[in-house]
C-alpha cells in the first residue's frame, strides 16, 4: 500500500524549534517530488515547501523562508521539515505529499493523515 | 504569487442536484509548451486529508466516480458533480502548479440543502 506518516508535532513555544518527518512506504520514494502542506485549525490549505527528488530543487513560501529548512533522505525513504523560530501563526496540522507522476510540476495524489505543531506559550 | 479565487464560499444542494464550484486564477495557468492546464481539484472531509479527484483541469483521478469532473482553461474553471450523493459532502479546494508558491483556494463548503 502506497503510503506517507508524519511524526513529530506537539507544543512548543514561541521562538522554539520542532522537527517534522514523513516516513514513505510502497512506492519508490527517491523517484518522487515531495511537498509539505498545513492546514491552520479551521482554515484552509497552504503549501509550505517542496523539494524534488534529488533534492536539487527547493522552494518555500514567503512567510517559513529563512526559519523552516525542507530536506530528505532517500535511503530512509524519508521527508523532513526542520522548524526554528516558531511563531503562534505556524500552528497547524502538517501534512506531507507525494508529487504525481515523478516530475516536479503535478497535482499531489498521496497525502499523509498529518501531524499538528501548536505553537503557543 | 498567483491568487486563486473560489466561489461561492458555500453551497447547498440538494440529493441527485448538480453542484457547481468555480476557480479563478489571477494569471493564466496554461502551459503553452504542453497546452496543459496546471490546475487539481481535491475534496477534504472532516478530520481527513485532501483527496486529489481532478489533476490537468479535466483529468479525473483513477477511482474518482465519474460524476465528477473538471473543465475549464487558461484563469477559469470549474468543478461539476453531476448527480449529489450524500458522501460528497466536503471541502473542496483548487490548486494551481504552475508556479512556486502552489497556491490553494480558500475552499468551498458543499452540504446537502
Known amino acids: 500500500e502506497v503510503q506517507l506518516v508524519e511524526s513529530g508535532g506537539g507544543l512548543v513555544k514561541p521562538g522554539g524549534s520542532l522537527r517534522l518527518s514523513c516516513a514513505g512506504s510502497?512506492?519508490?520514494?527517491?523517484?518522487?517530488?515531495m511537498n509539505w502542506v498545513r492546514q491552520a485549525p479551521g482554515k484552509g490549505l497552504e503549501w509550505v515547501s517542496s523539494?524534488?527528488?534529488?533534492?536539487?530543487?527547493?522552494y518555500y513560501t514567503d512567510s517559513v523562508k529563512g526559519r523552516f529548512t525542507i530536506s530528505r533522505d532517500n535511503a530512509q525513504n524519508s521527508l523532513y521539515l526542520q522548524m526554528n523560530s516558531l511563531r503562534a501563526e505556524d500552528t497547524a496540522v502538517y501534512y506531507c505529499?507525494?508529487?504525481?507522476?515523478?516530475?516536479?510540476?503535478?497535482?499531489?495524489?498521496?497525502w499523509g493523515q498529518g501531524t499538528m505543531v501548536t505553537v503557543s506559550s | 504569487d498567483i491568487v486563486m479565487t473560489q466561489s461561492p464560499d458555500s453551497l447547498p444542494v440538494s440529493l441527485g442536484e448538480r453542484a457547481t464550484i468555480n476557480c479563478k486564477s489571477s494569471q493564466s495557468v496554461l502551459h503553452s509548451s504542453n497546452n496543459k492546464n496546471y490546475l487539481a481539484w481535491y475534496q477534504q472531509k472532516p478530520g481527513q486529508p485532501p483527496k486529489l479527484l481532478i489533476y490537468?483541469?479535466?483529468t479525473r483521478e483513477s477511482g474518482v466516480p465519474d460524476r465528477f469532473s473538471g473543465s475549464g482553461s487558461g484563469t477559469d474553471f470549474t468543478l461539476t458533480i453531476s448527480s449529489l450523493q450524500a458522501e460528497d459532502v466536503a471541502v473542496y479546494y483548487c490548486?494551481?502548479?504552475?508556479?512556486?508558491?502552489?497556491?490553494f483556494g480558500q475552499g468551498t463548503k458543499l452540504d446537502i440543502k
Open positions: 523539494i524534488s527528488s534529488s533534492s536539487t530543487y527547493i
Open positions: 490548486q494551481q502548479y504552475f508556479s512556486t508558491p502552489h497556491t
Open positions: 505529499a507525494r508529487v504525481r507522476g515523478g516530475g516536479s510540476y503535478d497535482a499531489f495524489d498521496i
Open positions: 510502497g512506492f519508490s520514494f527517491s523517484s518522487y517530488t
Open positions: 490537468w483541469a479535466s
